[in-house]
């Protein structure tokens, strides 16, 4: 008989004894489920995945209600990128659940001929997903999707600034799921504070790399997995080839969606210096017929969202005063009014190094736009800084595409294009060194919250590697030999 031991968790992790952690009892009763969850095939994981589908049609006027609550987001553009690029995560997801986990079969080296081998996934388990404030709904429905599919219990602890949006979620999760499968803990810094003590099999942050690294040491306490999407100063190479006007929209666009929160918007342009003038009238041209068709002025558009809060928004104000006083021009906007959190969308120029808008990630509707003579120059500036979540050229020159490409180190890239390839399911999503670890979306965030099991089953009985078992006699050292020399 076998002696009795002490199993706390399938997935093999030692858990704090209870009343250690205000949260310890909704965490136990997740862990206490995993088994079940781990257990169930593909017909109940689409069934959840479905049911959510559902949901978002059905509330789609409330999901725009909250965000307009919680920073003025315009109804389209919270259908565009809060509830449609949930919908395509859904969508995907459910279409290929069935592939991503059955079994993957691999073939045997010479050296391992006659066993057979397979990588198959499981659940990690218990999982932690911290979202932003910036896309509120999008970015906690996105990997809740993921953790879903994957088969895990999931905790979900919501952006603070965006209360609405945090009420909405609590909805969406107390009406679908039961809490010993998707719980949503609402509340500030001091819950997450007390859930990052907490021995998770997996945690997926969004948000700034400050708090990131505390996330990531948290983590370490346990060796919980982890994704990072963090953010960083992303460029925009605008070439002498690019068509403008087009390049001109598609900047704007990507820039000031969400009045600019967006990680992977473009942070800073770096512009031939033989289109500048040009490139900078079409720029100022496209703000105009986004945010401003019938001149009414741009603050009375009903396309364009608030800052979220006066904190960010007086670090904005003060990122534009510095710029200012630094000898920075204002190019086009600059008009600012705390009382509404709104700061127009303001191009730069002339803006010399030192100023904080070239040090900082700015997150909000600034702009600086840079020249250069030579491409060389735009990957010695890019790569002399912390590496990017994402990289933007804008070119109809391949010899541009490919040297940019293959000499600047980025999280993902488009080209002639923003944003857009973040909403893409097929393409793993995600940061490279400072602006994030690891990859999410599609199948690489099935993949992030699963654990690819290494399988390989041998003949009963078959010698094979059995010939050359110690004792390490010289017969058995010459099979060495030539394994090491032909196999």
């Not at 001091?190 to 990052?196: D, Q, R």
Request: glycine residues 8%.
């Amino acid at each position: 008989m076998l002696p009795a031991v002490s199993v706390p968790s399938a997935s093999g992790l030692v858990y704090p004894p209870p009343g250690t952690n205000q949260f310890q009892l909704q965490f136990e009763a997740l862990r206490q489920n995993e088994p079940a969850l781990r257990a169930e095939g593909v017909a109940a994981r689409r069934a959840r995945l479905q049911k959510l589908v559902g949901w978002l049609q059905a509330h789609r006027t409330e999901i725009q209600q909250a965000l307009y609550a919680d920073f003025r987001k315009p109804a389209a553009e919270t259908d565009l990128t809060e509830i449609w690029t949930s919908l395509v995560e859904l969508r995907h997801t459910i279409k290929h659940l069935k592939k991503w986990m059955a079994p993957r079969r691999v073939g045997a080296p010479m050296a391992l001929l006659g066993t057979r081998s397979w990588v198959q996934v499981e659940p990690k388990g218990v999982v932690l997903i911290i979202a932003p404030w910036n896309y509120p709904f999008y970015l906690a429905v996105g990997p809740l999707v993921s953790a879903i599919a994957a088969g895990n219990a999931v905790v979900i602890k919501p952006a603070e600034q965006t209360p609405a949006t945090s009420a909405l979620l609590r909805r969406l999760c107390e009406e679908l799921f039961q809490p010993n499968e998707v719980l949503l803990l609402e509340g500030g810094k001091e819950v997450a504070t007390e859930l990052l003590k907490l021995p998770w099999n997996h945690i997926f942050f969004t948000g700034s790399p400050e708090v990131g690294k505390i996330v990531m040491r948290a983590a370490a306490e346990h060796l919980s997995g982890l994704t990072l999407e963090l953010g960083g100063k992303n460029p925009a190479v605008v070439d002498h080839t690019a068509n403008l006007r087009d390049a001109a929209e598609k900047i704007v666009w990507g820039k000031f969606l969400n009045n600019g929160q967006t990680c992977v918007a473009p942070d800073y342009l770096l512009v031939q210096e033989s289109v500048q003038p040009a490139f900078m009238a079409e720029l100022a041209a496209a703000v105009q017929r986004a945010y401003n068709p019938t001149g009414a002025g741009i603050q009375q558009s009903e396309s364009l969202a608030r800052i979220v809060n006066q904190h960010h928004f007086a670090r904005l104000a003060g990122l534009l005063e510095d710029a200012q006083a630094r000898g920075a021009t204002v190019a086009a906007g600059g008009a600012v009014d705390a009382s509404q959190n709104y700061i127009e969308p303001t191009i730069l120029t002339n803006v010399p190094a030192g100023a904080r808008v070239l040090e900082e990630e700015i997150f909000g509707p600034l702009l600086p736009v840079l020249t250069f003579k030579t491409l060389d120059e735009t990957a010695e500036y890019i790569n002399a800084r912390l590496k990017p979540l994402a990289q933007y050229v804008f070119t109809t020159s391949a010899e541009t595409r490919r040297y940019l490409l293959k000499n600047v180190s980025a999280g993902g890239a488009g080209i002639n294009e923003t944003v857009l390839h973040f909403a893409h399911p097929e393409l793993p999503a995600g940061g490279v060194g400072n602006s994030g670890l690891g990859k999410a979306h599609g199948h690489a965030g099935f993949l992030a919250f699963s654990n690819e099991k290494g399988v390989m089953r041998q003949r009963v009985g078959f010698t094979g590697i059995k010939a050359m078992y110690p004792p390490y006699t010289p017969k058995v050292r010459k099979l060495i030999e030539l394994l090491m020399k032909y196999l």
